[in-house]
DNA sequence: CGGCGGATTGAGCCAGTTCAAGTGAAGTGG
DNA sequence: CCACTTCACTTGAACTGGCTCAATCCGCCG
């Protein structure tokens, strides 16, 4: 059986030959979820590591009294669950599907003897989550400091590097995402997302048709996102 | 030679013999910081790993801009630079001495070696980091959500967790900070911290003294933190 | 068609920022 | 030992970004 091309490009396995690639892809089982369904909940014992094979997870943090934070978006070729599984600690956020997706599943053992095997895999991880620490200390960053406008600017070109798209006219943020999502994700309401990207709108930087957003002019999504004002 | 107390005990080492405690520490050198010191600079190629033998590391991320943002503190018996120093990235962030200290160094290649030999502290590592990741969401979901009452008595709380020490009249944190790092840690204005900090000083909860502060009632800061008022 | 979830838009308001002035404690150098 | 500077903190007063609430609109689906 063919690897499947979003996983051999992985960064998961980087450094690792064809062969060895084989071998974690030979121990992992497969999971399909159709939208909406979740993956794993908060508090819950972490027992898998995963790979998205195909789709989109979203990624939330919920708090005792039901506030929800969006942490993250998994892609294609994207780990979850990575550290939990080797402690025994229980998953601290939720992973639900947004779109039917296929993953692929690590149990706790499996994936202990294997990261034995190929440690490299391990450094891998720690690197991924390095870049989750970065992206959240930005965000706590930006939620000290900036305007709103400029964070939803800074949230726009995130989530066009997460899950944009080439497009004719721009780059297309792939995801579907209500008002009220880009709010959670900049730290605002829906009524001020709404107003933002309505003047924006008319200053042709961007081009919203019901879910979804079409960054027009990335450099000047910048200009904005690195500025103090909007 | 014994090993050092506050080594010992470090979480990092979780899980090992005394014979393994032993041969990590036989691999490290030995660097001392006085008090303003930079241990490790934003950018700088990660070459070591670190551990606080004693004393005290505050950790920065630095903007382009030169905003400053106080990730966390780091004392006796934590580690520093623990991923960096596996892969090749630079450091993310800067980390200072507030105080004389004292730390264990491992070059990159001694940390390959060692980790490899005990592969049980990378699983600690990874257990630090993860702890890391959900203080930082912590603090996005404050940020978001949040007044700002409730999120300076949850950084104060967060503060005593890291460097509070027991006194006869409540929890002393230990470290001396500004009006302005309070400020900075909760996402607020010195102003706002002053203010706030009087009123609480006149309703019992605590009790400053030039930059140190003395919780007096963690229950009740507690239940300020988890309200949405103040 | 009506119902429903999402989006827009207007108006008022307030928490917290900003600016400004003043106090006090800790150095520093003559 | 005392003037002078510096740094941290407090407190008052005014302003405002963006939140809140409410009304309305739009597009989709059964």
């Known amino acids: ?66 506030t929800e934070l969006i942490v993250r978006f998994v892609g294609a070729g994207e780990p979850f669950g990575g550290v939990v599984a080797l402690g025994n600690a229980p998953y601290p956020v939720t992973a639900t599907a947004t779109q ?36 959240a200390l930005t965000r706590v960053r930006e939620l000290t400091t900036a305007r709103v406008g400029p964070r939803l600017a800074q949230t726009l070109l995130r989530l066009a590097r997460q899950c944009g798209e080439r497009h004719p006219e721009g780059v297309l943020i792939s995801q579907p995402l209500t008002r009220q999502e880009f709010a959670d994700l900049t730290g ?26 079409l960054l027009r002019s990335l450099p000047r999504l910048e200009e904005i996102a690195g500025s103090d004002e909007d």
């Open 188 to 213: 605002t309401t829906l009524y001020t997302v709404s107003r933002t990207l309505t003047k924006w709108e008319t200053m042709g930087l961007l081009q919203t048709r019901q879910r979804l957003v």
């Open 100 to 135: 039917p997706s296929v993953m692929r599943a690590w149990t706790r053992e499996s994936l202990a003897t294997l990261l034995a095997a190929t440690p490299q895999v391990s450094v891998n991880i720690m690197r991924e989550m390095a870049a989750h620490m970065t992206d």
């Open 1 to 66: 059986m063919p690897v499947p091309p979003p996983l051999q490009r992985s960064r998961i396995f980087d450094g690792l030959t064809d062969a060895e690639r084989e071998q974690w892809l030979g121990r992992a089982t497969r999971v399909t979820l159709k939208r909406g369904e979740t993956l794993a909940r908060q508090g819950e014992p972490a027992r898998h590591f995963y790979l998205v094979e195909t789709g989109f997870l979203k990624v939330l943090q919920l708090t005792v009294e039901g």
